[in-house]
């Protein structure tokens, strides 16, 4: 794992991890280097009574035995001191080994230690065997003496070995002692070898050199043990070396240095044996003295050690310690600040901003001082990152504040221009509606139709940006309008209004409140699925009631979409987001989502069977009605009539059936045709071209109304030519032509003035279909966009 990916607080643990770790391992590995010597000087007392004086004892028993089997060598009978000297060296011997088996001094001895006890134990264990060859004489006075000087000197090895202590100045003194006790044992085997001598009368070959050898090696020895000595040892061992008894034995040493031509030794032998006693037991005093007063003195030195260790070893250990608190409150701190400039961060990317955004969106008024308060971290680095991000969070709201301001001024323009265009359009459509009363000749009123069907389309635009500024369009309905004739009104507002067809629709009705919103938003998908489609195909909309409100469906045959862009449009649309200007491509989703949202219609997008999509449009139940009655008949037109009040226009309807489509008749060319209504509209169903010979058409024609509302029959005599498109100058008609075509239009007029309302009843306002046909409108419209009447019918 990357250390840089650790969070912080990890980071800072490992910094203070291990600089105290480093701390606690370097102050234990003080603590022990301190504690070994310490220990070895405590265990200095255990040495020297545990191995030391059993050791000596052990010594000087051997050298004794030593001297009475050189004398027993020497001589021709048994001698009973021998005995009793083995006896005592046994005992000795059996001392030592108890002591060395003990637990205390195997824990206090290092491992060359314990390698020549067991040397020394080894070597002891050869006493047995060498008493017997001495007793059966199978060894000479030499063999002997090597025997037990062997013996002797693995003693002094492990006492050599004791001599490991720390301390430089007690090392040195227990090595001198060690040679003290070696130059002891060479004055032993120079009383051993003289004694057999004396009792053979003679030396031996080669005694004399050994003899000889021996002294020189004490005296040599000796200098320079007493010369590693402490101050206060030398001027003992000076005063001890200046006694009567070393005196004389120096005297007789020198004598018996002197070669003597008879061989017998030039000393007495009763003077040598009490001067040689007298100096070993003085010497063996002198060091074991000298062994006790080291062992005192090795024991204060190792509590000041142990008390300077532990002095070091709690100040070691409160300086790890307050290391750890100082390093945990600095790091606790760290974490702390750097946790709360993250924390703010968070809180306001997370909340705040988004909060500050939805209640601007929402129209509060927000301090920015307030919803962005300094972060008081220090006047340290953290404290500069704090205070750099109070700028940064400042000025990201007041940015939010600034970019929610701006859109809300986008949003007045959009609605201002939208409110100009609507009354523009509005006094457009006011003007075609007098234009198409005016007009007579079916060419012009034809392309009266299509500016009629292109201002109903701007209308709709013009809404597209109310809608999209947060506002509400200015059409409203007071009373119910039934399904079909909003579903009609909805295909007017489309470009394509001929492809699209009407099939099963059942009756029902929808509140007025809802019905500009609902036919806006059927509109917008209708247009969209004409867009997206072939030109050769098919839209139909359907209409049922369903569980929880009434189902429309407005399916194509088109390219269809993939399943990520259904997804994607359907979450839109049950969202209903804030209108993004990047994505104008799918502006018609939004205005849908925005409707949708205000009435509580649900909208799903899903494939169709035949590869095009299909739009489910649900109305929630609480908008749906029982479907409206129609308007009167022609037999009633004096009651409806007499009503001055009526605004609504007669709108006769077919409930469940479905509703027929009949295509636009070819106009002859040349000629321009009126443009072909939506399919399924009441007014969509135009009669063929009148044949030459075919009168005028009368009010009493069974085939002349659908759906109670007017049917324009284009009357045409053979020799009408069409209007030239290029000339000004139309052509010349005979009388009967002009006849035939005023009757036309005579007949017309009154057909659509005796379905309509009376002309002292004001004009029904509502969305215009291109041929005529209104949706009902009730007078509900804002100053500011008025609806303008639409006529309920065209002279044709």
Same mark, same amino acid.
């Given at each position: 794992?990357?250390?840089?990916?650790?969070?912080?607080?990890?980071?800072?643990?490992?910094?203070?991890?291990?600089?105290?770790?480093?701390?606690?391992?370097?102050?234990?590995?003080?603590?022990?280097?301190?504690?070994?010597?310490?220990?070895?000087?405590?265990?200095?007392?255990?040495?020297?009574?545990?191995?030391?004086?059993?050791?000596?004892?052990?010594?000087? +028993?051997?050298?004794?035995?030593?001297?009475?089997?050189? %004398?027993?060598?020497?001589?021709?009978?048994? #001698?009973?001191?021998?005995?009793?000297?083995?006896?005592?060296?046994?005992?000795?011997?059996?001392?030592?080994?108890?002591?060395?088996?003990?637990?205390?001094?195997?824990?206090?001895?290092?491992?060359?230690?314990? *390698?020549?006890?067991?040397?020394?134990?080894?070597?002891?264990?050869?006493?047995?065997?060498?008493?017997?060859?001495?007793?059966?004489?199978?060894?000479?006075?030499?063999?002997?003496?090597?025997?037990?000087?062997?013996?002797?000197?693995?003693?002094?090895?492990?006492?050599?070995?004791?001599?490991?202590?720390?301390?430089?100045?007690?090392?040195?003194?227990?090595?001198?002692?060690?040679?003290?006790?070696?130059?002891?044992?060479?004055?032993?085997?120079?009383?051993?070898?003289?004694?057999?001598?004396?009792?053979?009368?003679?030396?031996?070959?080669?005694?004399?050199?050994?003899?000889?050898?021996?002294?020189?090696?004490?005296?040599? #020895?000796?200098?320079?043990?007493?010369?590693?000595?402490?101050?206060?040892?030398?001027?003992?061992?000076?005063?001890?070396?200046?006694?009567?008894?070393?005196?004389?034995?120096?005297?007789?040493?020198?004598?018996?240095?002197?070669?003597?031509?008879?061989?017998?030794?030039?000393?007495?032998?009763?003077?040598?044996?009490?001067?040689?006693?007298?100096?070993?037991? /003085?010497?063996?005093?002198?060091?074991?003295?000298?062994?006790?007063?080291?062992?005192?003195?090795?024991?204060?030195?190792?509590?000041?050690?142990?008390?300077?260790?532990?002095?070091?070893?709690?100040?070691?250990?409160?300086?790890?310690?307050?290391?750890?608190?100082?390093?945990?409150?600095?790091?606790?701190?760290?974490?702390?600040?750097?946790?709360?400039?993250?924390?703010?961060?968070?809180?306001?990317?997370?909340?705040?901003?988004?909060?500050?955004?939805?209640?601007?969106?929402?129209?509060?008024?927000?301090?920015?001082?307030?919803?962005?308060?300094?972060?008081?971290?220090?006047?340290?680095?953290?404290?500069?990152?704090?205070?750099?991000?109070?700028?940064?969070?400042?000025?990201?709201?007041? @940015?939010?504040?600034?970019? %929610?301001?701006?859109?809300?001024?986008?949003?007045?323009?959009?609605?201002?221009?939208?409110?100009?265009?609507?009354?523009?359009?509005?006094?457009?459509?006011?003007?075609?509606?007098?234009?198409?009363?005016?007009?007579?000749?079916?060419?012009?009123?034809? +392309?009266?139709?299509?500016?009629?069907?292109?201002?109903?389309?701007?209308?709709?635009?013009?809404?597209?940006?109310?809608?999209?500024?947060?506002?509400?369009?200015?059409?409203?309905?007071?009373?119910?309008?039934?399904?079909?004739?909003?579903?009609?009104?909805?295909?007017?507002?489309?470009?394509?209004?001929?492809?699209?067809?009407?099939?099963?629709?059942?009756?029902?009705?929808?509140?007025?409140?809802?019905?500009?919103?609902?036919?806006?938003?059927?509109?917008?998908?209708?247009?969209?699925?004409?867009?997206?489609?072939?030109?050769?195909?098919?839209?139909?909309?359907?209409?049922?009631?369903?569980?929880?409100?009434?189902?429309?469906?407005?399916?194509? /045959?088109?390219?269809?979409?993939?399943?990520? @862009?259904? +997804?994607?449009?359907?979450?839109r649309l049950a969202s209903s987001p804030e209108f993004d200007p990047a994505q104008s491509a799918r502006l018609g989703l939004f205005v849908v989502a925005r409707l949708a949202a205000r009435h509580g219609v649900r909208v799903r997008l899903r494939p169709s069977g035949e590869g095009g999509v299909t739009a489910v449009v649900l109305l929630p139940g609480d908008l749906i009605t029982t479907e409206p009655p129609a308007g009167p008949d022609p037999a009633t037109l004096g009651a409806a009539s007499a009503d001055p009040g009526r605004r609504l226009v007669r709108t006769a309807r077919r409930g469940a059936v479905t509703r027929p489509r009949t295509r636009p008749p070819t106009a002859p060319t040349g000629s321009t045709a009126p443009p072909a209504p939506p399919a399924g509209a009441p007014t969509s169903v135009t009669a063929p071209a009148s044949?030459?010979?075919?009168?005028?058409?009368?009010?009493?024609?069974?085939?002349?109304?659908?759906?109670?509302?007017?049917?324009?029959?284009?009357?045409?005599?053979?020799?009408?030519?069409?209007?030239?498109?290029?000339?000004?100058?139309?052509?010349?008609?005979?009388?009967? +032509?002009?006849?035939?075509?005023?009757?036309?239009? /005579?007949?017309?007029?009154?057909?659509?003035?005796?379905?309509?309302?009376?002309?002292?009843?004001?004009?029904?306002?509502?969305?215009? *279909?291109?041929?005529?046909?209104?949706?009902?409108?009730?007078?509900?419209?804002?100053?500011?966009?008025?609806?303008?009447?639409?006529?309920?019918?065209?002279?044709?």
């Amino acid at each position: 794992m990357k250390t840089r990916d650790w969070p912080i607080r990890s980071k800072l643990t490992a910094l203070v991890v291990a600089p105290v770790t480093a701390l606690l391992a370097l102050w234990i590995f003080a603590t022990s280097l301190t504690f070994g010597p310490a220990l070895n000087l405590l265990s200095a007392r255990t040495l020297l009574y545990d191995l030391g004086r059993p050791g000596e004892a052990v010594v000087t +028993e051997l050298q004794r035995e030593r001297r009475l089997s050189v %004398v027993q060598l020497a001589g021709d009978a048994e #001698l009973p001191a021998l005995a009793e000297q083995r006896g005592r060296t046994d005992r000795a011997v059996a001392e030592l080994r108890r002591r060395v088996d003990g637990e205390p001094l195997r824990d206090a001895a290092d491992d060359l230690l314990e *390698t020549r006890i067991d040397q020394l134990i080894t070597a002891l264990a050869a006493l047995p065997s060498g008493r017997t060859f001495i007793d059966d004489r199978k060894v000479d006075r030499a063999g002997a003496l090597n025997l037990y000087s062997g013996m002797v000197s693995a003693a002094f090895q492990a006492f050599a070995g004791m001599a490991t202590l720390t301390d430089p100045g007690i090392n040195r003194q227990a090595l001198a002692l060690t040679a003290l006790g070696r130059s002891r044992e060479l004055l032993g085997q120079s009383d051993a070898l003289l004694a057999g001598a004396l009792t053979a009368g003679r030396f031996a070959e080669g005694e004399h050199t050994q003899l000889v050898q021996a002294i020189g090696n004490q005296r040599w #020895l000796t200098e320079s043990a007493v010369a590693d000595l402490p101050e206060s040892s030398r001027v003992a061992y000076q005063r001890l070396t200046e006694g009567e008894a070393f005196t004389r034995l120096r005297a007789m040493q020198d004598a018996l240095v002197v070669p003597s031509r008879s061989g017998r030794p030039a000393v007495d032998a009763a003077a040598w044996q009490a001067s040689q006693d007298a100096v070993q037991q /003085q010497l063996r005093d002198f060091e074991l003295s000298e062994a006790d007063a080291l062992t005192d003195r090795s024991v204060p030195m190792a509590v000041r050690i142990l008390v300077r260790l532990a002095a070091a070893g709690v100040l070691g250990l409160v300086a790890v310690v307050v290391s750890v608190l100082v390093a945990l409150r600095v790091g606790r701190t760290l974490v702390r600040r750097l946790s709360g400039v993250r924390t703010a961060a968070l809180e306001l990317a997370e909340h705040r901003l988004p909060d500050v955004v939805t209640r601007l969106r929402r129209g509060e008024q927000v301090d920015v001082a307030r919803e962005a308060p300094p972060l008081e971290y220090g006047h340290d680095e953290i404290g500069e990152v704090g205070r750099a991000f109070t700028e940064v969070q400042r000025t990201a709201v007041q @940015a939010a504040v600034d970019e %929610v301001t701006l859109r809300r001024g986008l949003n007045e323009v959009f609605l201002n221009i939208a409110r100009r265009s609507q009354s523009l359009v509005h006094r457009q459509l006011h003007l075609l509606d007098r234009m198409e009363r005016r007009s007579e000749d079916p060419d012009e009123l034809a +392309e009266l139709f299509q500016v009629d069907h292109l201002a109903t389309r701007l209308r709709r635009h013009a809404e597209d940006l109310v809608i999209l500024a947060g506002s509400a369009p200015g059409r409203g309905w007071r009373n119910p309008v039934a399904m079909v004739d909003l579903i009609r009104g909805a295909i007017s507002e489309v470009e394509a209004y001929e492809r699209v067809d009407i099939t099963n629709v059942q009756p029902a009705g929808v509140l007025g409140r809802a019905v500009g919103d609902v036919i806006h938003l059927l509109a917008e998908l209708v247009e969209n699925a004409t867009a997206f489609s072939p030109p050769d195909t098919r839209v139909t909309v359907t209409g049922a009631q369903v569980a929880n409100g009434y189902a429309l469906e407005i399916t194509d /045959q088109g390219l269809g979409m993939s399943d990520t @862009a259904l +997804e994607t449009a359907n979450t839109r649309l049950a969202s209903s987001p804030e209108f993004d200007p990047a994505q104008s491509a799918r502006l018609g989703l939004f205005v849908v989502a925005r409707l949708a949202a205000r009435h509580g219609v649900r909208v799903r997008l899903r494939p169709s069977g035949e590869g095009g999509v299909t739009a489910v449009v649900l109305l929630p139940g609480d908008l749906i009605t029982t479907e409206p009655p129609a308007g009167p008949d022609p037999a009633t037109l004096g009651a409806a009539s007499a009503d001055p009040g009526r605004r609504l226009v007669r709108t006769a309807r077919r409930g469940a059936v479905t509703r027929p489509r009949t295509r636009p008749p070819t106009a002859p060319t040349g000629s321009t045709a009126p443009p072909a209504p939506p399919a399924g509209a009441p007014t969509s169903v135009t009669a063929p071209a009148s044949t030459p010979d075919e009168g005028p058409a009368t009010s009493d024609e069974p085939d002349d109304e659908l759906d109670g509302l007017p049917r324009r029959v284009r009357r045409r005599t053979p020799a009408a030519q069409p209007r030239s498109t290029v000339g000004d100058t139309p052509s010349p008609r005979s009388p009967e +032509e002009v006849r035939q075509v005023m009757a036309a239009l /005579q007949a017309g007029t009154a057909r659509g003035r005796a379905t309509a309302v009376t002309p002292t009843a004001p004009p029904s306002t509502g969305p215009t *279909t291109p041929t005529g046909s209104a949706v009902p409108t009730a007078p509900t419209d804002p100053p500011t966009s008025p609806e303008p009447p639409t006529a309920t019918e065209r002279d044709a």
